[in-house]
């Protein structure tokens, strides 16, 4: 029996002069076109359309966004071939990603449209070929860091206020230096476009079908392994220091797409570090001290880190409502390490944990554990930092006290 042929098409902003000319083709004989409201919508403003409604051969249309619901409906069709309408293109912020799977008792075949970057880069005089792509459409994915690190970020806007949100973050981080490329209702007859600055925000009615460009003068360019001591905001508060820092991190082996435990965050300096290896890490860092909140805060906001989220509260109690973890920094444990290990576990066994010891009583309460829980791997090392001082002519050594830095993780 041969497969129903689908046509995924990328409808670019919406208006006709956005379709490609492959999908204008597809579009004028197949039976079935299936859409989101707007996509059907829009479609039927086409010449396309009324074409087909001279001639009496009009589709048939099903309304609808949901990828099961789609799904179910082409599986009861009589009909071999459809069309689904998508917004912009089928490659980027897509439902298509979900109808591949979806749709895997069909022939799917994917028709290409024109990305809402690529059209107000264009309306710009921009090049996209370095920016960062992400978007704010129905998720809360951090922004910050990325315009930090980028000349440019294009981001697909998520609610009617959702600019002045940018707006406002970006002049509570302190970038008020960047300008936003403003693009709404982009290829429609009243396609608005506009450059407007973080201090003034936008004053008009922001549409729901909007883009925008951030365009940063001054991007962060510096690789760093690690931050430097001095550039971290430390009060009183108990630091870990960099050279720590560094090798602590590297065992806890993160991952791209990691979810990671900052817990007994003192001054946030392990947390920050980690955040700012790569927006998409998500921290959490525990911290019960107030003072040591309030410069978590401050850090966080320096080194404009907000894909860090700061939770007040004593571990393991205050970990009971974040997402499970894929790795662990235990910087403080207010000797109940053994309960808040196994506080974690609970939420993913296959975590990866990296303890820091100072005290001899914390290394031997960590060796008892470690021996009490055979199904665990662990590796332990002991790391004496000195660092030299000016003393007139002369260079003198100072010890800082050593660390243990021990690594837990199941095979």
């Not at 365009?215 to 108990?238: A, M, Q």
């Amino acid at each position: 029996m041969n497969k129903k042929k689908v046509y995924l098409i990328g409808i670019g902003m919406g208006a006709e002069s956005s379709l490609t000319k492959e999908a204008m083709d597809i579009l004028s004989q197949v039976p079935v076109i299936i859409g989101a409201q707007r996509m059907i919508e829009s479609f039927r403003n086409t010449s396309i359309w009324i074409n087909r409604e001279e001639l009496g051969i009009l589709p048939e249309t099903y309304t609808q966004y949901l990828s099961s619901k789609i799904a179910d409906y082409i599986k009861g069709l009589r009909h071999t071939t459809i069309a689904v309408l998508l917004s912009g293109d089928v490659g980027f912020c897509s439902g298509a990603k979900k109808l591949l799977q979806e749709l895997e008792f069909c022939d799917v075949r994917l028709i290409p449209g024109i990305t809402t970057v690529s059209y107000l880069a264009s309306r710009c005089n921009l090049s996209w070929e370095d920016m960062c792509l992400t978007s704010l459409h129905g998720t809360s994915n951090p922004i910050i860091n990325r315009i930090h690190h980028n000349a440019y970020t294009f981001t697909l806007l998520g609610g009617k206020d959702s600019l002045n949100g940018i707006c406002k973050l970006l002049m509570e981080y302190g970038m008020d230096q960047v300008k936003l490329h403003v693009g709404e209702r982009l290829s429609y007859p009243d396609e608005k476009i506009q450059t407007i600055n973080p201090m003034q925000g936008y004053a008009c009615k922001q549409h729901e079908l909007a883009a925008v460009i951030i365009e940063n003068p001054r991007p962060c360019k510096v690789i760093d392994s690690c931050k430097d001591d001095e550039d971290i905001i430390r009060g009183k508060v108990p630091m870990t220091k960099s050279e720590v820092r560094e090798v602590s991190i590297s065992k806890l082996k993160l991952t791209k797409d990691a979810i990671c435990y900052d817990v007994g965050a003192g001054t946030g300096s392990v947390g920050i570090e980690i955040a700012c290896k790569s927006p998409d890490i998500q921290v959490y860092a525990i911290e019960k001290n107030p003072e040591a909140i309030e410069l978590i805060k401050e850090n966080k906001k320096k080194f404009r880190a907000d894909n860090l989220r700061v939770i007040e509260g004593i571990a393991p109690s205050a970990l009971e409502d974040l997402p499970a973890p894929t790795h662990v920094f235990l910087g403080g444990t207010t000797g109940n390490l053994e309960g808040i290990v196994c506080a974690i576990w609970e939420k993913n066994p296959k975590v990866r944990i990296v303890l820091n010891a100072i005290s001899l009583e914390t290394v031997a309460q960590a060796i008892e554990f470690g021996k009490k829980h055979s199904e665990i791997q662990s590796e332990v090392v002991q790391l004496q930092v000195s660092k030299a001082r000016t003393l007139g002519n002369y260079h003198m050594m100072t010890g800082q006290n050593p660390i243990y830095i021990i690594t837990w993780y199941k095979e």
